[in-house]
């Protein structure tokens, strides 16, 4: 499987961890997207007319859409990663999915503009990323109450995987985490996970005791 990939690119990003989560090898295929911006060039234009990576090959199978991607990758290698035991899982999953294009439109459009001077009304740029993180906030908060620490279920799936890196770099466009405890909670479960992998920018846990505890008022 070929992962046409940047390694500053969290969509990149959350393929390379899917894969490394479930012991999938992928071919990666490094794409100069700043400053050559390769991404808009002949070869990948082809692959994807929508000018934007990561871009999943396997085979006769071209994907163009990370929330697609970890469907592939967890439904070929581990199918308890895409939480579809109950129907109320699968939708949930389905909605957080759909929620985490509106963490790259507002966080992730924030941070280009921070980091590579992107054209883009900042302001309003951080109002959607904090009222996205609100809500997420929120959603961790009544999974904690019904005892469950990822956002689908008490384990992982793929929701987790698609909302967890544009929120880690939140920060990078000028969005802080400091008022979202249940969100900073999350993040060290996702980040402690066995064969979690970093990017620049987004860091293992190192093991800290005692674990922080989120009390349910707090938030
Ligand atoms: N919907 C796409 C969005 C991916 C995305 O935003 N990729 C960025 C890199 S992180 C990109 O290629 N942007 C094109 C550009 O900024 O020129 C997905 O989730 O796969």
Redesign the pocket.
């Known amino acids: 499987m070929k992962l046409y990939d ?1 390694v500053l ?4 990003y959350k393929v390379r961890l899917m894969a490394a989560l479930i012991g999938v090898t992928l071919d990666i295929r490094p794409v100069d ?1 700043h400053p050559g ?1 390769e ?2 060039g002949p070869e990948l234009m082809a692959l994807n007319p929508a ?4 871009i999943l090959e396997d085979g006769d199978l071209v994907l ?4 697609a ?1 970890l469907v592939y990758l967890a439904a070929k290698a581990a199918p308890q990663w895409l939480g579809n035991d109950t129907a109320g899982r699968a939708a949930r999953v389905q909605q957080w999915l759909s929620f985490s ?1 509106r963490l ?1 439109a507002s966080l ?1 459009a924030a941070r ?1 503009h921070e980091m590579l001077l ?1 054209p883009g009304n900042i302001a309003a740029l951080r109002e959607q990323g904090t009222a996205a993180l609100r809500e997420l906030e929120a959603g961790l908060v009544e999974q904690h109450v019904r005892g469950q620490r990822f956002l689908a279920s008490d384990r992982p799936t793929i929701a987790d995987i698609a909302c967890f890196p544009y929120v880690a770099l939140a920060p990078d466009g000028g969005v802080s985490l400091d008022p979202y405890p249940a969100i900073r909670l999350w993040s060290r479960a996702v980040r402690s996970l066995e064969g979690f992998i970093e990017m620049p920018g987004i860091h293992r846990l190192h093991e800290l005791t005692p674990a922080p505890v989120l009390e349910v008022g707090e938030a």
């Open positions: 940047y690119s969290p969509s990149c997207f911006c991404h808009r000018g934007s990576i990561p163009t859409e990370s929330s991607m294009h790259t992730g280009l992107r």
